[in-house]
């Protein structure tokens, strides 16, 4: 099924040919492998990611604790709303720590803070009323540090990755986050149909404690830059054309995801269909055209796969709205994912490749809060519509998220990328 995608994805590359012309600037395909890609370190950093990301994976059916203690649909998207919010006001200053202190550094910050979060609530599994401000707080919490993780993990390889390969870098780096968002969710739903609610926390507080113990072998090889004003620096960095631009296709494609990561669980519950069955086919068919498509963006082009990856993940979203079995929910996540896994590679390649280390904190943390801010403004709308209108019109907002991402993409490829080349020039 994979190979057939990738088919599908060459045909509608030709199409758009002669309308995205193919002006990334990279090595050809044919660059020198002595380049060595899988080192120590960045093996070490491909399995504090998986784990890191099956931590969070595992808390995905956090909305089902929300309803289980007697929580609404907008209570789900407030609650996981607000920790979004939190990672995106938090951006600036987790951007300038990542860069000050180091990448290993903010990694393991982020591991004790996640796990710990997930030990204390532990002593908060009781009717929502009578918890309500603690779990506001612990969400507020578990978004910084979880922000915190995403961009040091993130910008590390990028780091590690840099050169003529980061694009193929960036593409296996994508897969453990994807893996996680796999394995996490399959082993919750396990758990906590077992035993409970307290298991899903003990596995998340599991996998942050074993992230840390393996990025201790980690070598740092980037030097921290000095201590400045950090809002101020976020924000130059934010005014760079490319950077805010891609930031903003993150941003819509993050308020579509919130469908996903707030409302297909319930949606899955309420239905009788397998909860994990969706989030397993959708990461599993990232990670395939990651591993099978890696080489699509070198052949054509990262704006002309963004274009189609776009298309595929609105398909993806839209499909939600018709689903009736277990089936057609693994076939509709299957489409999501390959849109998601063709999707951020080219996306972070694009923006990162042009900027200095020293500010790659700040662009990761950009494009990663733009996504957060999408998830944000995503959950709070979207709580609101499937309270009055059910499910099938979150999935549907969801859908007209992304086809509003698409046509600024186009926009922005077709009206002013010269400005773009100009800075990719510099």
Known sequence: ???????????????????????????????????????????FLLTGSLLFTTGVGVLVLFPLLILEIGGGQSDIGFLMGIMSLCAVIARPWISGIVDRVGRKNSMKVSCLITALICIIHLFFIEAIQNVYPVLVILRVLFGAGAALGFVAFLTMAADLASGPRLNEGLGFFGIMPMLG?????????????????????????????????FILPVEEKFSSV?????????LRTLRIPVVWRM?????????AFAAHGSFVAPFAKASGLSVSAYFVSYSGAAVLIRLFGSRLA???????????????????????????STLSLMAIGYIAGTGHGLLFPSLIALTIRPVAAGERGKVSGI??????GGLFIGSMVMGQIGEYFGFSMIFAAA???????????????????RDMKTYEDR
Do not use: Y
């Open 247 to 255: 930031g903003f296709i993150c941003l819509c494609f993050g308020s």
């Open 181 to 213: 968002m796999a394995i996490g969710p399959a082993i919750g739903e396990l758990f906590v149909d077992r035993w409970g609610f307290n298991t899903m926390f003990l596995m998340g507080a599991f996998f942050f404690i074993a992230c840390f113990l």
């Open 367 to 372: 494009l990663t809060g733009g996504f957060d």
């Open 399 to 417: 859908a007209f998220i992304i086809f509003i991402g698409f046509v600024a993409f186009l926009k922005i490829i077709r009206g002013t990328l």
């Open 1 to 43: 099924m994979s190979i057939r995608l990738i088919e599908v994805v060459n045909i509608h590359m030709k199409i758009l040919e002669p309308i995205i012309p193919h002006t990334d600037k990279r090595p050809d395909n044919n660059f020198q492998r002595k380049d060595a890609l899988f080192t120590k370190d960045f093996i």
């Open 226 to 234: 000095s201590a400045g004003a950090a809002l101020k620096r976020f």
């Open 298 to 324: 070198g052949r054509f082009g990262e704006k002309r796969i963004m274009t189609v990856a776009l298309l595929i993940a609105g398909a993806g979203f839209a499909g939600l709205t018709q689903v009736n």
